[in-house]
């Protein structure tokens, strides 16, 4: 187990200098250190001597990956790609193109993302799940049928439908939640009534469908027919027996996303105006502060392989017939 | 005489899909009384399975039963609400299933899943269940309960979890057991405990058994009473006594016609396929002998922070064979013994670690492409499942002349036509099977395909691996008397991978026992089976239900 | 054909090679009685048949929205005799709704208005200035008195449009019947009223109402538009209507092509790790990790970023503004491919790694055919069920993606119309009052139909091609 989880800590390196070097690609080779200095600066008439500042401040004055003037190692070591990206993998992200403390902003910004991320994905769990076993009880009737139709079309709703429609019914019509804005502490839970409520309500429809397929399919297995010549009663059939086997393939697909959350929603924090991670990565693609986006890249990446870690840990955790080698 | 415990009248059962309504079973009506073993015999899709489902009310959501009625000990089943037929399932009437692999819940420990029927029907407190269970683990023979007990059913080897299956069927004394097909999964050594197990457990209990096979040996074993089902259709019923010496109908006179056994030996099994006498195979040298030597097949186990080979898995550890022209050898063994591994590594379709194949003074392992193209053209193989080994996307046609084009056996298009429709009626198709697909022929049929393909080549040796395991007993006696036919006729020498002894009595020349990855014992096939030399060989004998057929009066 | 000069955008040239590739497999298709099957399938669920004919309304539009031109210029400079041609670049699409695409008004006005959203001063003939809603240059018209006229106007034009329905439904069924009863040598009679038994294979009687409705709708809906704003219109004045409909072809061209240009990519890397093995399978599941690693929108966010960089930089080498945001679609779709395909190439190389092990395979080699072979014979045409049901799955998907990405800047070009668009710009007008709502229910609601009947045919051929469906 140890022994595994520190392979697959090495494996992540080659990895992350992958990542790294994508998102390097994307940023410096169609659009140079001096096209950013100049978008900063701002001006027209910018001089070669501001440019120069303006990149030797923020280290982007050497090259890219390959330092013709250096000697030896240090030719690949005063570089852009490394300088910049040896810093990412000890989790120092640096000063923001605009000047701000990158890593600080994040500290302060991960937790209204996960005020929002964790109960949307808890309750939208729990919701999906419920309806999913219902819909799997009815299994071949009418409300079977409907409801699966019920969520198709909910899935094919766009997400902005339903957070638009949500702003106006709860908020413009019926005036019982803010539309927007943010709050820490107790008073703060007013903001987060109406994302999380519109977030789990925008992703009921295809988690209660995909749910409803991994229960129709593990209630087509022979243990549980099985289950069913012991004489037990459906309900215990669901709950005891297919429940416990159909939480395997949900609980590991959540897993993987775990992580993720703290890197918010682009979409619900910017429309509700919480001062999340998402937000932040938002503005900072609209401001073009490419130090801010390259660093959410690779803390993307990070948690990402650490939920593809998870994953396997959990798989181990709910299901007997796992072992890590 | 016992009363009676179960009664069916007129069951019928059908199975409707949007397109068609399938009648699989049609109007059956049998009785078992108490403490009797009632066997039900017959082959794939005879309705058999679906009977006894129909019994407990646990049919497949396509099916419905139609009409008739089941009664037991006086009740109507068919009568019942949903919620006294869950009452009597489990504590009356209980099931055990064919495939043990995956009837027990994976993440459930199994003494939860034994202790669960108890507290349902008996109202035990869970401490109470727990030490029932035990003692039934102990009953079923499960050698360390208290161990086993805490385990999940993927530790257990399928042995145990068709023991703890019928642990779990038993656990509330029913009066009815059904047991579906209850050893087929199993290999013959443990076949042979299970029904000795169900035997004891029996007298212990006093309950009936109805009894699922497609196995007469089984039946003759077991059965006190028996039914042949075929199409849906109870065709004989009697004693056992009388089944097995007299049967009245033609089907079952069939069924015993198609058993393969030492003694129709050299004869066909199928009437029409007669020959008077198999010719024997002419000039052949000691050159045209496969031999195989010391071949042994490992495969690393990789652990720690590198994955560094800390060890091997011996499938196949230092084989030694000989395949002579035109003769059959038989390599038998039970699962994960290493036969199938054998047989392609020979093929080179899995690369062996040590030793060497010798064929026509060439070692196969160590050849060149080309050298090994050749070779592919005289070595070929026929697999167990006649579902995977055809391309679904492919027609008949195409499969066949596959290997004629790969091999560039015959470059003429016209000609390997010609060639593909002589093939086919080989095998004893009709000749515009050529330009259908697989999927339009049963099981039988596309094992015939199988072996055209093979043959299309000019092989002199045909590796078949469990070719007829799959098969229905009728089906199998149709494609060994292919294979002997295509013997006596093209010399061609086979190498026969299979677990069943009477197949291996019957057709082979030779045979080979395999165990844990090494041949025990090989010899003539009279003297192997007739005199076994090695512990495991004579176990294994021991444990084959033996099956005299009855002699048709002419 | 086209009134004017051809121009051949690159989004035009591949959708329709898209749509040639489509036609040319069903027609191979329908020769082999396997792949024929599960179509057959599709053909004769009712879901099936009425998602294919809604999708092949929509799909019909956006193939004509792809068919791109100069005009001619109505007023050539008079020095000239030749034929001059406009600047601009218009579809065939735009030519038949030209009159839609020409009745802009003055800014806002609300569906079926005859007057402005905005009161404007107005002088009247004795000189004195009033605050009115002004009468819209173009909606309602045709009308003296818009109170009292319109109510009646509006169902006399829905009536005959029902009425022109009828009978181009009426004219299709009875041919389609001569035609049944041709191939079938049934009674005509006989084989009229199998269009409506509901006892056919086929779901005949499906197939008619569903054509009827549809006929209805855009019959009556051309109708209306003829006279009035029928969704209203923008802040420009632009009529919603044409815009919503002119954003169909993004979104089609968004969910097809994207999975179009990623599937050549993951079949190649995906067969290729699960059969060769070995460094390769190792090199190609580095190479999606990695790709996957990167949160997709950031990604698409960055290259998007890069690409508007990129075309200010370069912008001598558009030739006009719909060329440029004709590269920008393309390249969306380039890069939402890019994030898209590993998880195909994922599903290949597992199905690829379970096919290697099957015995049809290990037949193949025991014949020794080379691996390429293989691959062509055994593997590809064993793997293509998964592609058939991405592309479908996926499509609905896309469309969805599209809005939320205008939305946040890094989607289609903003001169282009697309639902994202039309939302976003919406979005802000909400605010108002009484609340501009026209254009957001107008975009969501042909969005909403479209990735509705998506999803509905992507469960039926999936149902239909998936093997371990069971049925």
Known sequence: MIAYIVRRALYAIPILIGVNIITFLLFFVVNTPDDMARMFLGQKHVTEVQIEDWKTERGYHNPLFYNADAEGLDSFKETIFYTKSLRLFVFDFGRSDSGRDISFDISQRMWPSLAIAVPQLLIGLLVAITFALLIAFFRATYIDYWAVVICVVLMSISSLFYIIGGQFVMGKLLRVVPISGFESGIFGIKFLILPVLIGVVGGIGSSTRWYRTIFLEEMNKDYVRTVRAKGIAEQTVLFRHVLRNALIPILTGVVVILPLLFMGSLITESFFGIPGLGSYTIDAINRQDFAIVRSMVFLGAVLYIIGLLLTDISYTVVDPRVRLG | MSRTLLQVRQLTTEFRSSRRTLTAVNGVSFEIREGQTFALVGESGSGKSVTALSVIRLLPEAARLVSGSIHFEGRDLLALPEREMRDIRGSGISMIFQEPMTSLNPVVKVGRQITEVLMRHQSMSAKQARERALDLLDAVRIPQPSYTIDTYAHELSGGMKQRVMIAIALACKPRLLIADEPTTALDVTIQAQVLDLINDLQEQFGMAILFITHDLAVVKQVADHVAVMKEGVIVEQSSNEVFFSAPQHDYSWDLFAALPAMEKRGKPLLERNHVSHWPTAANATQNDTLQVRDLAVYFPIRKGLFKRTVGHVKAVDGVSLEIPPGKTVALVGESGSGKTTVGKSILRLIQPTLGEVTYQGMRLHEIDRSQLLEQRANLQIVFQDPYSSMNPRMLVGQIIEEGIKALNVIVDAEARRQRVLELLEQVGLDKDAHLRYPHEFSGGQRQRICIARALAVNPKIIICDEPTSALDVSVQAQILDLLNHLQARYGISYLFITHNMSVVAYFADRVAVMYQGRIVEQGEVEQVLGNPQHEYTKRLLSAVPTLVPPVRAA | ?471
């Open chain 3, 1 to 471: 054909m086209l009134p004017g000069k051809p121009v051949f955008l690159l989004t035009d040239i591949l959708i329709f090679v898209l749509v040639l590739s489509i036609v040319s497999f069903f027609a191979y298709a329908m020769r082999k009685p396997h792949l024929r099957q599960p179509w057959g399938q599709v053909v004769r669920s009712r879901a099936g048949v009425i998602s294919m004919i809604v999708l092949a309304v929509y799909v019909a539009i956006a193939l004509l929205d792809s068919l791109h031109f100069h005009p001619v210029l109505e007023n050539p400079a008079a020095d000239s005799t030749e034929v001059q041609y406009s600047g601009e670049v218009i579809s065939v699409f735009d030519q038949l709704v030209s009159g839609l695409r020409a009745s802009t008004e003055k800014t806002y006005s609300a569906p079926f208005s005859a007057h402005l959203y905005a009161k404007e001063t107005v002088q009247q003939a004795d000189g004195t200035r009033v605050r009115v809603y002004p009468r819209l240059a173009w909606g309602a018209a045709h009308l003296e008195e818009p109170h009292t006229q319109k109510t009646a106007d509006i169902l006399g034009l829905a009536l005959t449009g029902a009425l022109k329905a009828a009978l181009v439904w009426a004219v299709l069924l009875v041919l389609w019947a001569l035609y049944l009863s041709a191939r079938t040598a049934r009674a005509f009679p006989v084989a009229f009223r199998t269009l409506f038994d509901g006892r056919s294979e086929v779901p005949w009687r499906t197939v008619s109402v569903t054509l009827g409705v549809v006929l209805l709708v855009l019959m009556v809906g051309a109708e209306w538009a003829s006279k009035y704003h029928v969704l209203g219109t923008d802040k420009v004045g632009e009529d919603v209507l044409y815009q919503a409909l002119k954003s169909i072809r993004t979104g089609v061209v968004i969910g097809t092509l994207t999975t179009l240009l990623m599937v050549p990519f993951a079949i190649v890397l995906g067969i290729m790790a699960g059969f060769f093995r070995g460094w390769i399978d190792d090199v190609i599941q580095y190479l999606y990790t990695t790709l996957n690693s990167v949160p997709g929108v950031l990604l698409i966010a960055a290259a998007v970023l890069m690409l508007n960089v990129y075309m200010s930089k370069h912008a001598e080498a558009f030739a006009s503004l719909t060329q440029r945001a004709d590269m920008r679609l393309l390249f969306l779709c380039l890069i939402l491919g890019l994030t898209s395909w590993t998880g195909l190439c994922r599903l290949l190389r597992a199905e690829t790694l379970k096919l290697r092990a099957v015995d049809f395979v290990q037949a193949a080699t025991a014949f020794g055919v080379g691996p390429m072979q293989t691959i062509f014979r055994h593997i590809l045409p064993n793997v293509m069920h998964i592609v058939l049901i991405t592309l479908v799955l996926d499509f609905s998907g896309l469309v969805l993606a599209e809005a939320v990405l205008s939305y946040i800047n890094i989607g289609v070009d903003p001169t282009m119309n697309s639902w994202g668009n039309m939302i976003n710009s919406a979005r802000l007008e909400m605010a108002r009052e009484p609340i501009v709502w026209w254009s957001l229910a107008a975009s969501l609601f042909f969005m909403f139909t479209l990735v509705l009947f998506a999803n509905l045919f992507a469960d039926v051929v999936r149902d239909a091609l998936d093997p371990r469906v069971s049925r």
